[in-house]
């Protein structure tokens, strides 16, 4: 058997260190200031250059990442991938405290569009961020801190077929109100610990009445524990359940990854690890024109809008802070720039499901190994149009990457007159659409494209189980995603500038 793609190795140690949106964007800064990026802030001046590589965060959750090129100047364009850190899950109520039963249980809010019935006996923990009061010397401070539970301890238990004896004719049904609260504990177990704690002269007033609060004392102290503090120091915080099956390479052939999160944290990896990657090498910038960037973006599974999503200014405070830093001049020059700049929207595809042939169009049928999968949609669900398509087929064909379903293209040949070749081998590739019966998603891209006016290609690596707790995609897929992004990186600059639209 083959050895493991390494890239696919390093996906699966992101995705074991990035439980949640948070935690992705730590790793995330983590591997950025390993490869000599350096962190500015948004409250800040800023201080760049050509040549220089930076990155900042948003409510600790999006993260923009850009190096500039040493042949810069103002109005240049940008080399975009977007992508979004946030994934369907089960969130922590502000008051979660449920006695019920004889059971503690925490009471939980859907986010996104997830696949709750697989959230069902699974071994399941708690990671987020809490905000921790912090007293020293007279003075007080509250700190960001990142937590994660490692072990299992809550579990959202199924009813025994003799309880729900049509569950297998009828389909599995339950009511997210009332049949998704996890368990925590038995009363009678918290009830002893409890006591034990009241017997406990080194315990404080304020911590034994923690249970008085909006969540179990039970609860807290866990998250108190893993974020080195006291439960009565715990202002707040955003909570989540995660699945603790770690993410593994996985099929007879260690052929698939295995993991929850992969929408959208394998484009997230594959986006960021192409930017470090065509940077760090000595010399890569010297001849670059323009900027390249990676955006990933929280809050896309419940529409972006946010103060942090891709409905929110922060990608074109971005790209205007950038581009009036080296502007001496009044002109337009961001109109420029944003003319010139190119996004991809890179977010996870539908593989062809063997068991559900007819829920995919005859002749748009996205495979795994197949690379990445352009979209488009008459309805503006994608960004993709016949150009920005071509962009991307055409650095795929320069570098033998494959992309993927069938579709004419038709192009002005005076566009492209030294691609009259490239243009008739564009006819066979292949592009992906839904069946006219059939709900799109979207994504990103709209938003990005309507909002800016950038140019802007959706893609996709193809994945099963999408929005499902523990969801599978192909180790080459990941693979060919990263050498495509690292392609577009390297090849955007000098392409776009032989094609000839809007003259």
């Known amino acids: 058997m083959a050895a493991i793609d390494p890239v696919a190795l390093d996906l699966v140690d992101f995705l074991n260190a990035s439980p949640t949106a948070f935690h992705a964007v730590d790793e995330a800064k983590r ?4 490869a000599g990026f350096v962190q500015i802030s948004e409250r800040e001046q ?8 930076y990155f900042f ?13 040493k042949k810069y100047v103002a109005g ?17 109520k502000p008051v979660s405290k449920v006695t019920k039963g004889g059971y ?62 049509n569950v297998n004719t009828d389909g599995f049904k339950f009511n997210a109100q009332g049949h998704l609260a996890p368990m925590l504990a038995t009363s009678v177990k918290a009830e002893i610990q409890k006591l034990a704690e009241e017997s406990d002269p080194t315990e404080s007033k304020d911590k ?62 594959c986006s960021l690890k192409a930017l470090i990657d065509s940077t760090s090498v000595e010399g890569s910038l010297d001849d670059e024109p323009s900027v390249r960037m990676v955006a990933l973006f929280d809050h896309e599974e419940v529409g972006s809008d946010s103060a942090q999503g891709a409905g929110s200014p922060v990608m074109i405070d971005a790209l205007s802070r950038i581009t009036h830093f080296f502007s001496a001049s009044s002109t337009k020059v961001l109109e420029k720039a944003i003319r010139r700049s190119f996004l991809v929207s890179a977010d996870m595809a539908h593989a062809l499901h063997p068991n559900y042939m007819d829920k995919h169009e005859d002749n748009h049928q996205p495979k795994m190994h197949g690379g990445l999968v352009i979209k488009h949609n008459a309805n503006q669900r994608y960004a993709t149009n016949a150009v920005t398509s071509f962009i991307f087929r055409e650095i795929a064909e320069k ?19 030294e691609y009259h070749s490239i243009i008739l081998f564009i006819l066979f590739m292949q592009d992906f659409v839904v069946r006219n019966d059939m709900a799109c998603g979207s994504t990103i891209g709209p938003i990005l494209a309507s909002g800016i006016g950038i140019r802007t290609v959706d893609v996709g690596a193809p994945q099963l189980s999408m ?18 992004f690292k392609a577009f990186y390297n090849e955007f600059s000098v392409l776009d500038a032989k094609i000839k639209v809007d003259l």
């Open 31 to 34: 591997r950025l200031k390993e």
């Open 46 to 53: 800023w201080e760049i250059e050509e040549g220089g590589k």
């Open 57 to 69: 965060t948003r409510n600790h959750s999006t993260i923009i990442a850009f190096a500039i090129g």
């Open 76 to 92: 240049n364009g940008f080399s975009i991938v977007g992508a979004h850190t946030d994934s369907p899950c089960l969130k922590v």
């Open 104 to 165: 503690l249980q925490v009471g939980v809010q859907t986010y996104g569009g997830g696949l709750w019935h697989t959230w069902f006996d699974r071994d399941l923990t708690v990671a987020g961020r809490v905000i921790v009061k912090e007293s020293k010397g007279g003075n007080v401070s509250y700190s960001h801190r990142l937590v994660r539970v490692n072990e299992p301890i809550m579990r959202i238990p199924t009813l025994a077929i003799h309880l729900d004896r």
């Open 208 to 269: 034994k009445n923690t249970d008085k609060k909006k969540h179990h004392s039970l609860l807290l102290q866990r998250i108190a524990n893993e974020a080195s503090c006291e439960p009565e120091e715990i202002c707040d915080f955003e909570l989540q359940l995660c699945d603790t099956q770690p993410s593994i390479v996985a099929g007879a052939m260690k052929e698939f990854i295995f993991s929850g999160r992969l929408d959208n944290l394998c484009m997230s990896f």
């Open 399 to 417: 570098h033998q990457l494959p992309v993927q379903a069938f579709e004419k293209i038709t192009l002005d040949p005076n566009m492209l007159p």
């Open 467 to 484: 929005h499902s707790i523990r969801e599978m995609c192909a180790v080459d897929d990941v693979k060919y995603s990263y050498e495509h």
